[in-house]
Each structure stands twice: as structure tokens, then as C-alpha cells.
């Protein structure tokens, strides 16, 4: 398969801008986020795109509260300087009024958790929590008489949390 080496530069120019533009640290998820939203640049291409620009040190990781964000390098700032006019401005416009626009959505984090524990022979206890800015909306704990049913309930919480706090809540107002 060939590549479009000049396509993959202006690829990872986006993610040095998007940075840039947002003027604080992201995770891999945000950035994904705001370019697929975006663009037509697929969610594997973009982790790659940042795994290659953590290598070649224009981005740092940087451990913040617990979790992994990206942050641009003196690196990848003075690449984005010299080479910034290689991004196309009706993207760069795109993405500069998607920003303005959707900041609130970006930082909003929902984090979804599915847990299971052995209590006895045949119990397990499942524990269930929906949070969103770290505020937990919905926490749920119920036992389980077999390990194949304490994982399903888990895997349903996760493919459907919304769905289920929506019919939770419903039905208790």
C-alpha cells in the first residue's frame, strides 16, 4: 500500500494545530474527537499519527490527575510555526470555529465503569457507575448468581448506559 506522505504531514500538522489552538492539554480521545468531527482522517490513523509525533518528540505526554495528555514540545511548536501555511485555511477556519464552538463538549468527560467481584462460592457483586465531569450521575450495585451473568450485566451497562440511565430515571420520576 502506498502512502501519501505529504497527506500524512498535514495530517499531524492538524493534531500540532489543534493543540495549539485549544491551549491546553488533551487526551488521545479529545483530539480524536475534534478531528473526526471534522475531517475525513480515521480514528487508527490519528493514534498513529500521535504515537509518531510522541516519538519523534513534537508532542510530550504529560501524566495529569490520573491520565494521559498530550501537550505540544518546543519541538512541535516551532514545526507548526514553519510549516503552519501547509494546513489549507478552510480547514484551519474549520477548525478554529469548531473550537469556539464546541469547547464545553470537548472537555465534557463521561466515563463509564463495569466491575465484578467473587463474594462467595456462587455470588458476585456487579458494580455499575455512570460519571460525567466527575460527578457520578448513576451508581448501581447488585449480585450476581453466576460469573457468565455478572459479565453480561457489565458488557449490557457499557453498550447501552445511556440508554439504561434514561429508563432508570423515567421510572423513578
Given at each position: 500500500?502506498?502512502?501519501n506522505?505529504?497527506?500524512q ?8 494545530y ?6 491546553t492539554?488533551l487526551t488521545r480521545?479529545q483530539?480524536a474527537?475534534i478531528i473526526?468531527?471534522n475531517?475525513?482522517?480515521g480514528?487508527?490513523?490519528i493514534?498513529?499519527y500521535i504515537d ?8 510530550s505526554?504529560?501524566?495529569y490527575?490520573?491520565?494521559?495528555v498530550?501537550t505540544?514540545s518546543?519541538m512541535?511548536k516551532?514545526a507548526l510555526?514553519l510549516f503552519?501555511?501547509?494546513i ?12 469556539k464552538?464546541n469547547r464545553?463538549k ?8 463495569a466491575?465484578?467481584q467473587?463474594?462467595g462460592?456462587t455470588d458476585?457483586?456487579?458494580?455499575l457507575k455512570l ?5 457520578v450521575?448513576m451508581?448501581i ?10 459479565l453480561?450485566i457489565?458488557?449490557?451497562?457499557k ?8 429508563s432508570?430515571l423515567?421510572?423513578?420520576t
Amino acid at each position: 500500500m502506498l502512502f501519501n506522505s505529504e497527506q500524512q504531514a498535514e495530517d499531524k500538522l492538524i493534531i500540532l494545530y489543534v493543540l495549539k489552538k485549544i491551549k491546553t492539554s488533551l487526551t488521545r480521545e479529545q483530539v480524536a474527537l475534534i478531528i473526526i468531527e471534522n475531517l475525513q482522517i480515521g480514528y487508527f490513523d490519528i493514534q498513529l499519527y500521535i504515537d509518531d509525533l510522541i516519538k519523534d518528540e513534537f508532542l510530550s505526554v504529560l501524566d495529569y490527575d490520573g491520565k494521559s495528555v498530550l501537550t505540544l514540545s518546543a519541538m512541535g511548536k516551532e514545526a507548526l510555526k514553519l510549516f503552519c501555511n501547509k494546513i489549507p485555511a478552510y480547514i484551519s477556519d474549520m477548525i478554529d470555529l469548531y473550537l469556539k464552538e464546541n469547547r464545553e463538549k470537548i472537555f465534557k468527560e463521561v466515563k463509564i465503569t463495569a466491575n465484578y467481584q467473587k463474594l462467595g462460592e456462587t455470588d458476585y457483586l456487579v458494580e455499575l457507575k455512570l460519571h460525567e465531569n466527575n460527578i457520578v450521575l448513576m451508581e448501581i450495585s447488585l449480585n450476581a448468581p453466576t460469573l457468565k451473568l455478572a459479565l453480561d450485566i457489565c458488557n449490557r451497562w457499557k453498550e447501552n448506559t445511556q440508554d439504561l440511565y434514561a429508563s432508570v430515571l423515567s421510572l423513578l420520576t
